[in-house]
């Protein structure tokens, strides 16, 4: 963990060091990431799971709903399990952090499935599914559920957004079994 007293982003980016990010209440535990980029608004970030020790993923958060946050640039035993394991984050610069709808397009582009959150409004739920439209102030979702079956569209409010990730190893894997589904059916 950081001793000094300011850091700055760039080097966070540069160094590739895992930063801890507290979003209470938003979210009761702790994202761990590797910072891929950094604006006024919005922070995109390599999901790193503390319990499974794997990168899992990418996630993009309003950097005003960060309480606090570490960075572990010296020795840690995070350091040390990112070391031996020699994972190293991958960065993505085809997602556009500028807005929540260039977060959605671009990353929709890249990956078969997003999850939102809007956590302001209820933080036990995220939801699931392919981006269907983009308007000004609202996107709909054609949502998918926990047993890979399509459930419907619904539309969000780009000012309820919290988070949205993408790419993690949950969505990916509902991804495979509906392209599986699929290939089956034809």
Not at 4 to 20: A, G, M, P
Request: proline letters at 2%.
């Amino acid at each position: 963990m950081s001793k000094r007293k300011s850091l700055d982003i760039n080097e966070i980016v540069k160094q590739k060091w895992l930063v801890e990010f507290n979003r209470k209440p938003l979210d009761k535990d702790s994202l761990f990431g590797f910072v891929l980029a950094c604006n006024d608004e919005f922070t995109l970030v390599q999901k790193f799971d503390d319990g499974l020790f794997v990168l899992d993923g990418y996630c993009v958060f309003r950097n005003d709903e960060i309480k606090r946050f570490k960075v572990y640039d010296e020795d840690s035993f995070l350091n040390e399990v990112i070391k031996l394991k020699k994972l190293k984050p991958k960065h993505i610069p085809q997602v556009s952090i500028e807005s929540w709808a260039d977060i959605l397009q671009t990353s929709t582009q890249l990956f078969p499935l997003l999850v939102v959150e809007r956590e302001r409004i209820d933080n036990k739920i995220c939801y699931i599914g392919k981006l269907e439209q983009l308007k000004k102030k609202s996107f709909s979702l054609q949502a998918i559920d926990t047993d890979a079956c399509w459930i419907g569209s619904f539309r969000y409010k780009f000012k309820d957004l919290t988070k949205v990730s993408f790419g993690g190893h949950y969505e990916n894997t509902l991804a495979l079994v509906v392209e599986n589904r699929e290939k089956l059916k034809s």
